[in-house]
Every structure is written in C-alpha cells, then in structure tokens.
C-alpha cells in the first residue's frame, strides 16, 4: 500500500520544537509498536487538538500507591465531615 503525496511544504521549526515532536514519535512507536514518521506525529496532535482533551483522557496515567489511595480517601472523608450545606 502506498500513500501518494499530492503536495507537501516546507516549515522551519526550532531544534527544541523538533525534538518535541521527536519525542511525541518515539511514544507514538512505543504505544503502536511500529515506526511513526513526525508529520505522523502532527497529525496525531492535530486530532487530538480537534477532539478536544477530556479528563478520561487522564485515566491510568498516574501510577498511585495503595497508600496514597488511603490518604486521598481519608481526606476526602474528613472534608465531607466538615461540610455544612448553605442554608438558603
């Protein structure tokens, strides 16, 4: 399967931009586990820009301990104790 470039163009970027989008590649290989090219890159971003970021994107993206799972149950906990709704 070939794709067929009909036009392309030329885009002068920084060597720090560069290596972003270089390392946005090397993820994208890691995470599709074959080779991606940096316009791949682009429009991996570009997609991403359209659709929006939605907080489910976060998902599994913070490894948490089981204790700091406790901390953040037991604070939450508390703050529900002090809570005192508004009378109107």
């Known amino acids: 399967m070939y794709k067929v470039l009909t036009e392309s163009k030329s885009v002068k970027i920084s060597k720090e931009t560069y290596a972003e989008l270089s390392e946005i590649a090397g993820e994208l290989q890691i995470k599709l586990k074959r080779p991606v090219s940096i316009e791949e890159a682009i429009k991996h971003l570009t997609k991403r820009r ?8 976060l998902a599994g993206s913070w490894n948490m301990t089981d204790h700091e799972a406790e901390e953040i149950e037991t604070e939450i906990s508390q703050a529900w104790k002090k ?3 508004q009378k109107q």
């Open 50 to 57: 359209r659709k929006g970021v939605k907080i489910s994107d």
């Open 83 to 85: 809570w005192k709704p």
